[in-house]
């Protein structure tokens, strides 16, 4: 069974930077696509960054030129790495994968449970 699981949010200064991980557990063969959405209090999930199968990326606007997102298909990793960080971009990060499972192409689509990321002033 796979599971996806995330780490790297924390708290951390305006201007700072963060890595943020989503590790699939289980056996893969690799990783369609992964996405990276965040929820602040009181506002709609978002869609921060994408990343698909040949490497082609978009981002939201209020996150280009700021946050990179790439995978690493031989450790089953999506990450998403943050530079100059501001208050706004406090949120819970949540990814959601597609990965494929087996030679026949079983794919299989999860999300992780979250993790913070508290940007002060």
């Known amino acids: 069974q796979v599971q996806l699981v995330e780490s790297g949010g924390d708290l951390v200064q305006s201007g700072g930077s963060l890595r943020l991980s989503c590790a699939a557990s289980?056996?893969?063969?690799?990783?369609?696509?992964v996405d990276w959405y965040r929820e602040a209090p009181g506002k709609e999930r978002e869609l921060v960054a994408s990343?698909?199968?040949?490497?082609?990326?978009n981002y939201a606007d209020s996150v280009k030129g700021r946050f990179t997102i790439s995978r690493d298909n031989a450790k089953k990793t999506g990450y998403l790495q943050m530079n100059s960080l501001k208050p706004e971009d406090t949120a819970l990060y949540y990814c959601?994968?597609?990965?494929?499972?087996?030679?026949?192409?079983?794919?299989?689509?999860?999300w992780g449970q979250g993790t913070q990321v508290t940007v002060f002033s």
């Open positions: 959601n994968a597609e990965v494929v499972l087996d030679s026949f192409g079983t794919t299989w689509n999860g």
């Open positions: 289980g056996t893969i063969f690799s990783i369609n696509y």
């Open positions: 990343i698909v199968r040949d490497g082609s990326t």
